[in-house]
């Protein structure tokens, strides 16, 4: 039994050039395009938001990855669950930062993995209302799963790979998409079994109407991302006319207080022992979408602390008290906790003020 709560955050591998992106969106294009040269779109907005301690890195360096790591651990966070593109027929990307954590067998801190099964398309990235699939998800079939697999072999089996009860935790971030889940599973499973252990599936959802589904499938449990869940409310006539007014007229997202957002961000659920809930300390995705995103305003460390300790309280009696982080380092979305010139480091303060006070 693990005594502590577990915290294992979202790590984005996209802040390095690639041949892809250099055609799609010009030469040099990383994540830290849209974060550099994203504007305040009403006032008080808080953009453009500037890395601290950390800088504009670039994840080719190993020194980038390190640093990354130790500044992670000294704040309590177990490890890393980086994003992992897999598109069908052996085709990856943004894999190079991931590969040479394997390869180079440093930074020597825990990572796991988490399947980004969807298509990328231009709408992600782009403020001008485009809309063309860049790279499609495929599922050839049962030769591409078990290629996919033998892909993973060395990270499942190394030592700095995370674990819940002995089995490698592994994530599906669409299981919907998937032409058959429970195939998958089985498939995945009797590969892994041959090698003496079994994987630990966990579905991603949006909706706590998902989780008897998804355990039907196979999968061991799920990651529930409430980030939505405040527009589930009950806002006035008044808000709502208004609010549809601004994404239709003005194509304009909704602007809504962390701290109302916040109080969705947890539930029941979360105490099952096959859910695991997520911590988020911020959103804003405009500086991908422009006017189009989401927008949470007003977070502070002081507001996301009493959002963990909530969550905190709703695991404290689980056996497996996993929680995850969303995110380590989504800069373009405002979903981060590395430090930045307003904050500094009081997010990843706040986390380790948590983790002490219900350390075991």
């Known amino acids: 039994m693990n005594e502590n709560i577990r915290v294992i955050a979202f790590y984005l591998p996209q802040f390095h050039p690639t041949p892809e992106n250099d055609k799609w969106w010009g030469k040099g294009f990383t994540e830290w395009t849209n974060v550099g040269k994203a504007k305040p ?15 504009y890195y670039d994840l080719r360096l190993s020194e980038s990855r390190i640093a990354q790591a130790e500044l992670a651990k000294e704040y309590g966070i177990e490890g890393f669950c980086y994003w992992h593109y897999w598109f069908g027929n052996g085709r990856r990307l943004l894999n190079r930062p991931f590969d040479e954590v394997l390869k180079l ?3 020597n801190f825990p990572f796991c993995l988490a399947w980004a099964n969807h298509s990328w398309e231009d709408k992600q990235f782009s403020k001008e209302g485009t809309h063309r699939v860049l790279m499609e998800q495929l599922y050839p079939g049962d030769e591409d799963y078990i290629n996919h697999f033998q892909a993973l072999i060395s990270a499942f089996e190394d030592d700095r790979y995370i674990k819940v009860e002995g089995k490698p935790f592994f994530m599906v971030y669409n299981p919907k998409e998937l032409p058959d889940a429970a195939h998958f599973i089985s498939l995945w499973q009797s590969l892994a079994k041959k090698r003496g252990y079994q994987i630990h599936f966990v579905a991603h959802t949006y909706s706590k109407e998902d989780i008897p589904l998804f355990k039907s499938w196979g999968f061991d449990a799920v990651v529930l991302v409430r980030l939505f869940d405040v527009f589930k409310l009950k806002f006035s006539l008044i808000e709502r006319i208004y609010s549809k007014l601004k994404r239709i007229l003005f194509k304009q997202g909704r602007i809504l207080d962390y701290g109302l957002a916040s109080s969705c961000f947890s539930g029941e659920e979360d105490k099952r022992e096959d859910c695991y809930p997520v911590i988020i300390p911020n959103w804003d995705h405009s500086p991908r979408s422009g006017r189009k995103g989401h927008i949470l305003i007003n977070s502070t460390p002081e507001k996301f602390e009493k959002h963990i300790e909530k969550t905190f309280d709703m695991v404290s009696k689980k056996q497996n008290k996993i929680v995850i982080l969303k995110s380590w380092n989504e800069w373009a979305e405002g979903n981060y906790i590395e430090p930045d010139l307003k904050y500094g480091r009081g997010y990843l303060e706040v986390l380790k003020r948590m983790l002490d006070k219900f350390s075991l």
């Open 41 to 55: 779109l009403f006032k008080g907005h808080y953009q453009p938001r500037v890395p601290a301690d950390l800088g």
């Open 105 to 107: 067998g440093e930074p």
